[in-house]
């Protein structure tokens, strides 16, 4: 069973940016898709962006198209989120979650994901 654990979540001020890490333990990383999901307070948890098992294809909510980048290096069995110029409605706990699918888009069920990540909050400030 793969464990997951997000890090680099912190307060920034709007325009700013940040860089998400999300650390896998186990040696199944790389047959995993990965996902970014964020759920601000009162709101339901939503997709951001998903990359498959090689990196080689991603996908991005449109609310983030252009702002945000997804990556993961296999070596070091980490996803990455970079988020530049981030707006106040960034302001969310974003967690990472693994799929056994090779890739992951919005409308893959929550359900189907193998394991998810505690959350890192990120505060986006005026």
């Known amino acids: 069973q793969v464990q997951l654990v997000e890090s680099g979540g912190e307060l920034v001020q709007a325009g700013g940016s940040l860089r998400l890490s999300c650390a896998a333990s186990?040696?199944?990383?790389?047959?995993?898709?990965m996902g970014w999901f964020r759920q601000a307070p009162g709101k339901e948890r939503e997709f951001v962006a998903g990359i498959s098992w090689s990196g080689g294809a991603t996908y991005y909510a449109d609310s983030v198209k252009g702002r945000f980048t997804i990556s993961r290096d296999n070596a070091k069995n980490t996803v990455y989120l970079q988020m530049n110029n981030l707006s106040l409605e960034d302001t969310a706990i974003y967690y990472c979650?693994?799929?056994?699918?090779?890739?992951?888009?919005?409308?893959?069920?929550?359900?189907?994901?193998?394991?998810w990540g505690q959350g890192t909050q990120v505060t986006v400030s005026s």
């Open positions: 186990g040696r199944t990383f790389s047959r995993l898709s």
């Open positions: 979650a693994g799929n056994r699918r090779l890739m992951v888009v919005p409308t893959t069920p929550t359900g189907e994901y193998d394991a």
